[in-house]
């Protein structure tokens, strides 16, 4: 167990590196011991911390199939990335949780109430105070800590900057308050009950268990409150392709566009109702498609297409893994276009009708395609709208994608990423 003062030393000395390295590799570890070092001077320089202080990690995210489908109790698949969000915290022995982030202004939640605010609906405060509500629930005293944090997840990305953020945070609650007892689906839970209920965001599980869980996993959210999850042994490295996760420069978390989200919930939803249930996955897709002129009808064109794509892309998530575990990363690939595809079509999920001229992920996409030249794969990544697009690129392609993408969005707007097999993690305390 560590002071803050004996981390920054360890860290200094390069005792940590075998813990680093552990998590991070190739640039990725000079880069993570950087910001460990900084994090952690940080934490001694502002706060002072006279107890024990430990170094965290909550990754991004990828969603690698099933888009929107969690939220309907359907199947993805999904997995925790690279870039992640790394924190130095320890106790304060207070009531208040203080954070800095880099980039952004100080944070401080008061612990003495943790009732959801309207006054910070799509706010970080909220996202805390609802991981501190969702732990206090099941009946654990959280005590408040001084954190530290620096990112390399890119925020309204569609990486999952808020899972990833709410993965962190759980994980250092757990950590201090309850003794390493949650576990990786727990904390999962706790971070969409934080974004749903404090946050304001209607989604699904996937976003958190991918932080939360690590390495490339298969869940099927059939009883969310037992989601059922499938490790996937493929060896990503292996297969001649890059994952690319290209930022198309809108921005993903823009507040106007949570209402674009949450309406495929609804729309989702009001297609289940007619049924009498509450979620698609509880609807037989037969009883669904003898239905649909009078669906038309009751729920709109738009609704029912969303449920069509629903159908279609839970198919294809169990599909898409089934391939990967038999090695068939061709197969895999045609999948992931045809999830594109839909998402596009029938889910609509690739630019606001509440601002039209901002088209950026079609526009990201079409040349994609063009550049691709039927290899390879490309889609809309994550909850869409605006932020990123993923692309599985043939490594010899992999310079003129970068290159062409580039051209288009700026320098520094083309991911090549890693996924990593750790979720959500104490590096060192």
Request: glycine fraction near 12%; charge should be negative; include cysteine.
């Amino acid at each position: 167990m560590y002071s803050c003062n004996q981390l920054l030393q360890a860290l200094e000395s390069g005792r940590c590196d075998a813990a680093l390295a552990a998590v991070y590799t190739g640039a990725g570890l000079d880069g993570a011991r950087a910001r460990a070092l900084r994090v952690a001077r940080a934490l001694a320089e502002g706060f002072a911390p006279k107890g024990p202080a430990a170094l965290f990690s909550g990754p991004g995210r990828t969603e690698l199939g099933g888009n929107h489908t969690d939220h309907q109790h359907g199947h993805v698949l999904c997995a925790s990335v690279d870039m992640d969000m790394l924190a130095c915290a320890a106790p304060n022995g207070t009531n208040v949780i203080r954070i800095e982030s880099e980039g952004y202004p100080p944070l401080e939640v008061d612990l003495t109430d943790l009732a959801p605010r309207k006054e910070e609906e799509n706010s970080s405060a909220a996202l805390v105070r609802g991981v501190a509500a969702g732990i206090a629930q099941r009946g654990h005293a959280v005590g408040g800590f001084d954190a530290c944090v620096a990112s390399t997840v890119l925020s309204g990305s569609g990486l999952s900057s808020s899972a990833a953020y709410e993965i962190l945070i759980g994980s250092i609650i757990g950590h201090f308050s309850c003794g390493g007892a949650l576990d990786a689906v727990e904390l999962a839970k706790i971070g969409q009950y934080a974004e749903n209920v404090h946050f304001g965001k209607l989604s699904g599980l996937m976003d958190q268990m991918g932080s939360s869980v690590g390495g490339a996993v298969a869940i099927d959210f059939g009883d969310p409150a037992d989601p059922v999850v499938r490790p996937i042994s493929y060896d990503f490295a292996a297969s001649g392709h890059a994952l690319c996760i290209v930022d198309t420069g809108s921005d993903h978390s823009a507040k106007h566009l949570t209402e674009d989200y949450s309406n495929i919930t609804r729309e989702m939803r009001s297609v289940a109702a007619h049924f009498g249930r509450q979620f698609l996955r509880e609807v037989p897709e037969a009883d669904f498609r003898a239905a649909v002129p009078a669906l038309r009808r009751e729920c709109g064109d738009r609704a029912v297409l969303r449920a069509l794509h629903f159908y279609d892309d839970d198919r294809r998530a169990v599909q898409e893994a089934d391939a990967l575990e038999r090695g068939d990363f061709q197969g895999f690939l045609a999948l992931v276009d045809a999830s594109g595809m839909s998402s596009a079509l029938h889910l609509q999920n690739t630019w606001s009708t509440a601002d039209p001229r901002q088209q950026a992920i079609p526009m990201v996409l079409a040349l994609g395609r063009e550049l691709l030249g039927g290899t390879g794969a490309i889609r809309v990544h994550g909850g869409g709208f605006a932020g990123t697009v993923q692309a599985f690129v043939p490594c010899g392609k992999l310079e003129a994608f970068k290159t062409g993408m580039e051209a288009l969005l700026g320098p520094g707007m083309c991911h090549v990423l890693r996924i990593r097999p750790q979720g959500g993690t104490v590096i060192v305390a």
